[in-house]
């Protein structure tokens, strides 16, 4: 991995998220001087699970929280010219696919306006690097596998996977008019500890500790890139200290993919969650859902090229240690 710059401060929106109290930790553990979370606590998911991940962030003394929201510009101003931050990573805005089909504003307010206030207080309070989050959702319904950069993502199937799209267009756009060095992670179906509730692997897990049946969509034909967090994180840091070049419009912009480069059938990974928890699972099968696509595939060769690293941790491991945290948590036998 390389080595990060100690004495910096980082702002993480999105703090109290699942990638962003991850990625948080890590950056303390690896000796960062101030890492900053910035986030609205909304409601979307349990917000106790947040607060709880706030708290275990807050014995830190690296670590400060703010809360507040991505669309209010003069909050974001105002911590941008008080906190000074040297890198800015924009995890925070409104994730899921599904929600995004019932609740279109909160996609617009959260990953447009948000995301525009972040690119205007980096553009009048310079920073050396911004990364933000994008998605594998942006390959919509591309057929070629895997998924490459390279590739044409302009068949979005969701509102969120227009709103990441948009992002990335938005933050080549302030690279170019105001030098802002940006880099967008399009990050592949991201599991793990401390996770979301939204995800279907936690709703799975809920289900079959309670007993009650899972909805398995596309009678269970779909196939995944399931990518444990530790490796998106890893991922991250590596880039942080290594904002792009500029390429021949002298934009400094670059998008990676961040995925396991590995799909796995969805029923396998059913089983494998299974066997982690000890408890067979009781299956209801459904149709697909608007807005899903029937697989992801992370090409990452640029990732691989650029800083010698690819996720690999194995569906076993991984979902091993969701169980664990999950079964302690939620206090199951």
Not at 195 to 209: E, L, N, S, T, V
Not at 289 to 300: E, F, I, L, N, R
């Amino acid at each position: 991995m390389n080595e990060l710059k100690k004495e910096q401060t980082i702002l993480i929106t999105g703090g109290a998220g699942f990638i962003g109290y991850h990625l948080a930790l890590r950056l303390m553990k690896e000796g960062v001087s101030r890492v900053i979370g910035f986030d609205n606590m909304n409601d979307y998911y349990d917000t106790s699970l947040k607060a709880d991940r706030v708290k275990l962030l807050k014995e830190h003394s690296q670590f400060t929280f703010i809360e507040g929201d991505l669309a209010d510009a003069e909050t974001v101003n105002k911590i941008f010219a008080e906190e000074k931050p040297d890198v800015v990573i924009n995890l925070g805005g409104q994730a899921g696919v599904r929600y995004s089909i019932d609740n279109p504003q909160s996609y617009i307010e959260s990953n447009i306006i948000g995301f525009f206030n972040i690119l205007e207080a980096c553009r009048h309070m310079p920073v050396k690097h911004l990364l933000y989050a994008s998605s594998s959702s942006v390959y919509g319904g591309n057929e070629k596998v895997p998924f490459s950069t390279e590739d044409k993502v302009d068949r979005p199937v969701s509102l969120y996977a227009a709103t990441k799209k948009s992002n990335e267009l938005m933050a080549y756009s302030y690279s170019k008019l105001y030098g802002i060095k940006s880099t967008g992670l399009r990050f592949f179906t991201v599991y793990g500890p401390m996770g979301r509730p939204d995800m279907a692997y936690f709703k799975f897990a809920k289900k079959i500790m309670k007993g009650e049946p899972i909805q398995i969509y596309n009678n269970g034909d779909m196939m995944r890139d399931f990518t444990y967090v530790d490796d998106i994180v890893t991922g991250i840091v590596n880039i942080i200290d290594n904002p792009p070049t500029e390429d021949s419009l002298g934009a400094a912009y670059k998008v990676y993919n961040i995925g396991n480069n590995k799909p796995q059938k969805l029923m396998d990974f059913i089983t494998i969650l299974e066997k982690c928890l000890g408890k067979e699972a009781v299956k209801e099968y459904y149709p697909m859902q608007p807005g899903d696509v029937y697989q992801t595939y992370a090409d990452v060769t640029d990732l691989m090229n650029d800083f010698g690293f690819k996720p690999d941790t194995s569906l076993e491991e991984g979902l091993g240690k969701f169980a664990e945290w999950f079964k302690e948590y939620y206090q199951y036998e």
